[in-house]
């Protein structure tokens, strides 16, 4: 029972302290809440350097995936995620798609879209013309709020002007598009947005509200391919299963929901890995999924002439290689060290590729044998550790448990007691 919340000054404390403070206030004993604690003291500091009033950290599982080719050059993926039977997934298509040549990807210029919002415009039509005509005045101005990404050979690029309809009122909203190179780029064209947006509300003659990025980022998308041999994969029905099952998804929302998340749970653990922005990708992501009014799949499968599948993908992905904790976080670092990659575009090419082989693989395994069996069998650990398995346990359990075929608690908890009674 919490005695009360209200910890005023909270955030001045000391990590330690906080904890000392949080164990108080719950009643509980420090024991309890120890998991809770960061007992590195270095870590505590890089934590306590990210983010507010921390008090730890999680250790998510980082795994590498194994076989990836993408445009040529091999590489080996760290992915963070608290899910089994991802990593081996991706390295099980990734294999798979070596044999016809890996991931081809591509992408645009990475150039994230900032939005003015104008409020009060008594001629939206004249101001929209009127904001057109200052575009190389706002451009240099924006330009000047980042001299360095100019420098690299960013900037500003671009505005456009769009009547937003809200119900009864119209808003006039002007989209700054600015190539952050090797940045995710939130900060870069929100800065940007605030300094424009004074002369914007002048020129249009209204008053501005919020200066801040789109998350749907569709000036900056890539594209990756691959084509899966159909003997590798197990066969044309193989093949026609795997495109009946993309049709699904293409075809009804429900599904979709459950194709994407599969792609998501490919790259959101490369997006994690890296330390860029889980959210800022997901949110780009689904929102590609609507395509006219219709949320869908992101992917596409077909099979060529010469009856292999051929796999698609296009989505934003707004990854940076500076900022965030991109820069501070000493795993995130290693993690981009082990990839190689030289810029955010060929790491957003790399991460693609691991989208659309998670996609692969568990399309797969759902139009054969099912997702259970590789799945649970993976999985299965985590049943026997949750079923009250010691270390020394825990592989005998999970050899009878996927023999057994039913990866459940209560089942792992009578083979658990048959294995101590010496059955
Ligand atoms: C699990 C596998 C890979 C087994 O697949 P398998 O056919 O038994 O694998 P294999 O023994 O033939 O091995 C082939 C390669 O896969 C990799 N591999 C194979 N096993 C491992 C392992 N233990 N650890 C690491 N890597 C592994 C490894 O690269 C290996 O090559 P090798 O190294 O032997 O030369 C397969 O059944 C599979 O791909 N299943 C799909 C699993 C999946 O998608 N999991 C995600 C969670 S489910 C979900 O959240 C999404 C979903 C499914 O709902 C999305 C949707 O509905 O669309
Ligand atoms: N809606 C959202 O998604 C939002 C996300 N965020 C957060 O914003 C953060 C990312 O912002 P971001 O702008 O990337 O981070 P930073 O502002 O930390 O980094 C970008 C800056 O780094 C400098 N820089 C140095 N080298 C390069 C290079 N090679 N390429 C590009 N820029 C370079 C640039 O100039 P200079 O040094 O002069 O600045 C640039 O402006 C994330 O933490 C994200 O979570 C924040 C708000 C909203």
Do not use: W
């Amino acid at each position: 029972m919490h005695t009360t919340s209200r910890i005023p000054g909270f955030y001045k404390l000391a990590p330690d302290q906080r904890f000392q403070t949080i164990v108080k206030a719950s009643g509980l004993q420090a024991e309890q809440l120890d998991a809770l604690r960061e007992p590195d003291p270095d870590m505590a500091a890089i934590a306590d350097r990210m983010i507010e009033n921390a008090v730890g950290t999680i250790a998510i599982p980082l795994g590498i995936a194994a076989n990836f080719l993408v445009n040529g050059v091999d590489y080996l993926v760290p992915m963070a995620t608290e899910e089994p039977s991802v990593i081996a997934a991706a390295s099980n298509a990734a294999l798979i798609a070596r044999e016809l040549g890996g991931f081809h990807a591509s992408s645009m210029a990475p150039v994230m879209i900032a939005q003015v919002q104008i409020l009060d415009v008594a001629d939206p039509q004249g101001a929209r013309l009127r904001l057109l005509e200052a575009r190389e005045e706002l451009l240099a101005l924006a330009n000047a709020q980042d001299p360095l990404l100019v420098r690299l050979g960013g900037g500003a690029r671009d505005i456009q002007v769009r009547l937003v309809d809200a119900g009864p009122a119209q808003y006039v909203v002007l989209h700054l598009q600015v190539d952050v190179r090797d940045a995710m780029g939130a900060n870069a064209v929100n800065t940007m947005a605030e300094a424009l947006a004074p002369r914007i509300a002048e020129i249009a003659r209204g008053r501005s509200l919020l200066r801040i990025l789109s998350n749907k980022a569709d000036l900056r998308l890539v594209r990756v391919r691959a084509v899966y041999d159909a003997g590798k994969l197990g066969g044309a029905d193989v093949v026609d299963g795997i495109v009946d099952a993309y049709r699904f998804a293409a075809a009804d929302s429900y599904r979709a929901a459950t194709h994407n998340k599969g792609i998501m749970n490919g790259i959101s653990a490369v997006v994690l890995a890296t330390g860029n922005d889980t959210r800022a990708i997901e949110a780009g992501a689904h929102c590609h999924a609507c395509q006219n009014g219709r949320y869908t799949s992101l992917s596409h499968f077909e099979k060529d002439a010469d009856g292999n599948l051929v796999a698609t993908l296009e989505l934003p992905l707004a990854l940076g290689l500076v900022g965030g904790a991109t820069k501070t976080h000493p795993t995130a670092q290693a993690a981009v060290k082990l990839l190689g990659v030289q810029s955010a575009v060929q790491l957003a090419e790399v991460t693609a590729a691991v989208g659309l082989a998670q996609n692969t693989a568990a399309l797969r395994a759902l139009a054969t044998e099912g997702i259970q069996r590789g799945h649970m069998s993976l999985h299965a650990r985590n049943v026997a550790v949750a079923a009250g398995a010691q270390v020394h346990e825990i592989a005998p359990l999970v050899e009878r448990l996927v023999a057994d075929g039913h990866v459940r608690q209560d089942r792992a908890q009578e083979i658990l007691a048959a294995l101590r009674r010496g059955e």
